[in-house]
């Protein structure tokens, strides 16, 4: 790994679990980790629940969009996490690809979005851990 590595997250819609675990890593990981998210099919907006449950824990995504996965946004990532999204991500060589098995927080609600947002961040704290970044 780089000194900085970077790190993409990788969701369907880029409205909920991958907006989510940014806005965590970029929380825990500050200048050590260059942090991206996208979606396969990216939505309209984040979704407000998702809004909600961060902002609850003192992280605003209220400014966050829904970003389109590109290659070029997978190249230059040492680590690419997806989401439920799988297939649709282009596999690199030279790349650590992780798969998180999370629920999607469309449509949930928010007491599931809380655990699916605690869920995810028992997963980027252990990310960090592995990337020697001390939280």
Known sequence: MPAVPEVL???????????????????????????????????????????????????????????????????????????????ACPVFPGKRYLDWQLDDPAGKDLATVRRIRDEIDVLVRGLLADLGIVV
């Open 9 to 87: 997250f990788v969701c369907v819609h880029n409205a909920g679990r991958s907006q989510m675990a940014a806005g965590l890593l970029a929380h825990y990981g500050g200048d050590s980790v260059v942090v991206r998210s996208t979606g396969s099919d990216p939505g309209a907006a984040v979704n407000p629940a998702v809004v909600e449950a961060m902002g609850e824990i003192g992280l605003d995504l209220s400014r966050e969009f829904p970003k389109p996965l590109t290659n070029s946004a997978v190249e230059a990532s040492d680590v690419v996490v997806t989401m439920g999204c799988g297939d």
